[in-house]
């Protein structure tokens, strides 16, 4: 592979560069690419962050919405003359096929555009009053300084879709990215800032989140923090938060199942498991890890989605035709492995990948003969293993898709339109899907999950974002 360019990456504050690089983040594919240098903030550098921010908010809330919204849509443009050098800068640092991270980049730019025009429609409401001569309007008012923790998986179409809708609202934000991903970032703020940005409105601190993070969720300062990556310390982030009566918006695991019932078309449903399960190598909170199928195609499907795996062979997301990319970490891949063979002491069968012959790549796994209660059909794993499970009809199935402390995504294979309608109206889950891919999402719809997932309150993208980032002010106007 041919040598990229390394990036030293410091914080970002109040509009300057401060904090010296020191922590190294390589290529998954390519450990001799040495990707960007960052800095190990500590909680001082957190504190600097978030009072640069207080600091430029009201400035910036001031500002008219159509403004704010303006500078969103110029750094949309400007990402888009950049489009092809973040996208194979996000493949360098989180490993995902350039195919896939093209459609990344292009999801942030869409995310900057969508947002950026709803500064021209941002608003309250106006109300009849009971009382003679009186108006009666809300208005949205920012919620302050915004804390944004986000994860390696999407590294620049998570942080858009926290950052667009937080900005356009008036509040100042301070971010702090995945450790394993910072180059993303940093082309997102290059951005805005040359879009126009004021100083200290957009503030980007990295390191560890159990000193960044930490310290970022409890400064009193910050009205209100997103989250998105597990469950565990999402649940942590809230206790903190909410013990200074802050507000939090949580979106976490998944463990998201796809039911393929007896009329579904086997080799299409394969194909979507597929694109679900391995697609992304298998690290996306809406992955498809869970199939559950009905008897008469139980056998025929597993045999196809074998098939399906094949095609899926790991390889460097930067080389022609790589299907797959490899897993984010060692770390990472250590737990996909011990998934699988915790998967064969419970006695699955692995009948298709399991083996991660060198470097970070994993095979994409089919499990099959996994039951309800084993570890590869409760748990979590963030990788490319596909457990699938047997359920004699469509009732069982959905009692298996809700028999999970989580409550993200799920889809159904199938050409009965009543038994999609009682699927969607029986499962517990924020996404539905008919004869599609747990994965994929419109940025124009309102996403989240529910039970372990979610906090089920605010939801991301959509129209709706905006509400977490404000708070409404009722006006009774007499004359």
Not at 242 to 267: F, I, S, Y
Request: glycine share 10%; hydrophobic share 45%.
């Amino acid at each position: 592979m041919t040598q990229s360019t390394t990036l030293r990456i410091a914080n970002h504050l109040a509009g300057s560069a401060v904090g010296e690089p020191t922590v190294e983040r390589r290529n998954p594919a390519d450990p001799a690419d040495l990707v960007a240098v960052t800095p190990a903030s500590d909680a001082a550098a957190v504190a600097e962050a978030v009072t640069a921010a207080e600091g430029a908010q009201p400035g910036w809330a001031a500002l008219p919405a159509p403004a704010r919204g303006a500078i969103l849509m110029d750094a949309a443009e400007i990402l888009r003359g950049r489009h092809e050098a973040v996208a194979r800068d996000l493949t360098r640092e989180e490993g995902k096929t350039l195919a896939e991270a093209r459609g990344e980049v292009r999801r942030a730019i869409d995310v900057l555009r969508y947002f950026g025009a709803a500064g021209w429609r941002l608003g309250g409401q106006t109300f009849p009053s009971a009382t003679p001569d009186t108006a009666v309007h809300t208005r949205l008012e920012p919620m302050g300084v915004a804390g944004l923790i986000t994860p390696w998986n999407f590294p620049i179409a998570i942080p858009a879709w926290k950052m667009a809708p937080a900005l356009v609202s008036g509040n100042s934000v301070v971010i702090k990215p995945a450790e394993l991903t910072p180059v993303s970032v940093r082309h997102l703020m290059t951005a805005l800032a040359e879009a126009g940005l004021p100083p200290g409105v957009l503030n980007v601190v990295h390191g560890r989140g159990s000193v960044v993070g930490e310290a970022l969720v409890a400064d009193p300062r910050v009205a209100a923090v997103s989250f998105t990556g597990s469950t565990g310390v999402g649940n942590r982030i809230r206790e903190t938060v909410e013990r200074r009566h802050g507000r939090v918006q949580l979106e976490m695991g998944g463990k998201n199942a796809v039911v393929v019932l007896d009329d579904a078309d086997v080799r299409q449903a394969a194909e979507l498991a597929a694109a679900g399960g391995f697609g992304l190598t298998g690290q996306a909170c809406t992955a498809s890890s869970r199939i559950i199928c009905t008897p008469g195609v139980h056998d025929a499907f597993v045999e196809a989605l074998a098939e399906q795996a094949a095609r899926y062979r790991p390889g460097d997301g930067l080389a022609a035709g790589t299907a797959m990319g490899p897993v984010v970490s060692a770390a990472q891949l250590e737990t996909d492995v011990a998934a699988v063979e915790r998967a064969r002491a419970e006695g699955a069968t692995v009948v298709a990948g399991g083996e991660a012959p060198d470097g970070l790549f994993l095979a994409p796994t089919v499990l099959a003969g996994v039951g309800p209660g084993h570890s590869s059909a409760r748990d979590e794993i963030f990788g490319p293993v596909v457990a699938v499970l047997a359920a004699e009809g469509l009732d069982e199935a959905i009692s298996l898709v809700n028999d999970s402390a989580y409550g993200l995504a799920a889809s159904i294979c199938t050409r009965d339109l009543a038994a999609a309608q009682h699927f969607v109206a029986g499962v517990q889950a924020g996404v539905v899907k008919v004869n599609r891919p747990t994965t994929g999402l419109d940025l124009n719809v309102p996403f989240g999950g529910v039970k372990d997932s979610s906090t089920n309150t605010f939801r991301e993208q959509g129209p709706t974002a905006v509400e977490f980032f404000t708070w409404s002010k009722s006006v009774y106007l007499g004359w």
